[in-house]
């Protein structure tokens, strides 16, 4: 079951409909941004309309406005959240497109457990800079699925990872946690940043910098909205270290203080 809204009206078929000649069709050309909600809200809203504000300036797209896309959101839980099917959180996903916005709403499912990866060569893209949200994602689909695998580490030239398919990358060494710094390979996740804070918060130090094939790491992660810390169990075929207690606090922290965001977003739009 789904909730769609487009150009702010309801599509009851479940279905976002496109002009034969809209360029996301033709050519890809389109933005999204991916986000969940937590207790009936949506605590980081505006660092994803932020970011999907910057994607489409980079693709020439037309913005049209925070403010109205925010609105639309919140609309679009409330409906979702008056149908049974769709509780108690919900996955959104918002897309721009040369013609039109829409927003899909629909039930969140359970984040993995855990997964397995493999590395592959970052495919440079000099023209684009990593931090543009697109959905010319072929090329991680295929190569998810060539690998039979959960997902791909894009590695670059040194060898140091740098992102997965749908991710960031973290992992925790002599008590510090490390990830890759944003050095426009990568898209910098909404996620990841609070990840970063909450680390900051609890005392743990945190390293922005290139690290290579983390042989000697003592957990490994990958981050997104939906998955959170996930630990990485298993990659190129090797069983990696996976969850340890840092990470898991970091995450136990970070799911307390979204779920006190959203609670907080959700009353203060329903009294607005």
């Not at 949506?42 to 925070?66: E, F, Q, T």
């Not at 030239?157 to 490390?178: D, H, R, Y």
């Not at 136990?252 to 607005?272: D, F």
Request: glycine share 10%; proline share 7%.
């Amino acid at each position: 079951m789904k909730v769609v809204l487009q150009d702010g009206v309801w599509r009851e078929d479940g279905r976002v409909c496109l002009d034969a000649d809209d360029l996301a069709l033709a050519r890809g050309l389109g933005v999204f941004e991916t986000m969940r909600s937590y207790e009936g809200g949506l605590p980081l809203v505006d660092a994803h309309l932020a970011r999907l504000s910057a994607s489409a300036a980079a693709l020439g797209l037309p913005w049209p406005g925070s403010a109205l896309l925010e609105d639309e959101l919140r609309r679009c839980l409330v409906r979702a959240r008056s149908r049974p099917g769709l509780v108690p959180e919900l996955r959104l996903r918002l897309g721009l497109t040369p013609t039109t916005r829409y927003i899909v709403a629909q039930a969140l499912e359970p984040a993995p457990s855990s997964v397995r990866a493999v590395t592959r060569p970052h495919p440079t893209q000099p023209w684009l800079s990593g931090r543009v949200k697109h959905i010319s994602r072929a090329g991680s689909v295929l190569a998810v699925r060539e690998a039979a695998v959960d997902e791909v580490i894009w590695v670059g030239p040194q060898g140091e990872l740098l992102e997965g398919t749908w991710s960031n990358v973290f992992a925790v060494k002599g008590g510090a946690l490390l990830t890759p710094s944003d050095d426009g390979r990568i898209l910098a996740g909404v996620t990841r940043a609070q990840i970063l804070a909450q680390a900051r918060v609890l005392g743990i130090p945190v390293q922005e910098a290139p690290f290579r094939r983390p042989t000697d790491v003592d957990e490994l992660y990958i981050s997104s909205s939906l998955k959170l810390l996930c630990p990485i169990v298993e990659l190129d075929g090797v069983p990696a270290r996976g969850a340890g207690l840092i990470g898991q606090s970091i995450n136990a922290a970070l799911g307390a203080e979204l779920a006190k965001l959203g609670r907080a977003w959700a009353q203060a739009r329903a009294q607005a």
